[in-house]
């Protein structure tokens, strides 16, 4: 899988201006948030530039465009994968003992990771299942969100009708800067 992935990975040829650009920008962040947001800028300059195919028509859509990037979040996945002893974890070993039907989905304009990608992952899995989202690119909730929630619902035998109620919410906090109600953190007694 990490050969599959290097073969995918971003293209950063095209990238280099962008995140000139970005680095620039990120000098005149003022009053930032916290300590990563000027790297978090120029990486998300950055990771929109080198990865167009992620994309309907090469461009992040409106509702993700102000999504920040984040390096702490990058960072504990990135150390994930990785053992106590620095060795890296694999992915697969032992997953073909899974045997539940497992859910892939991907966008139908998601040439990096979209259909042909989520086709190969799939052969890792006995038993799985492929939706693709008509008109989405890489972030299907907030592109086709009423259409990515009915697949979730489907998959897990619940019933869509509610769909459509929770569509509107999820939009709305993204318009917002974020999702509609973020869980806030349990006070520990």
Known sequence: MTQEMAEIGPR????????????????????????KAAFDHVTGVAMIAANPGYWCNQTPPESVQGWRFSYDAYQNVAASVFDENGEQISAIEGIERFENEVLFMAGSCNTVIGEEFQRKQMEYFPSARLVIIEGSGHELFAEQSQQSIAAVREYLGQSVNSTEQAAPRYRRGLAAGGFAARPQPRPVH
């Not at 995140?19 to 300590?35: K, V």
């Open 12 to 35: 950063f040829t095209g990238a280099v201006m962008p995140m000139a650009r970005g680095l620039l920008q990120s000098l005149h962040i003022m009053n930032p948030p916290d300590d």
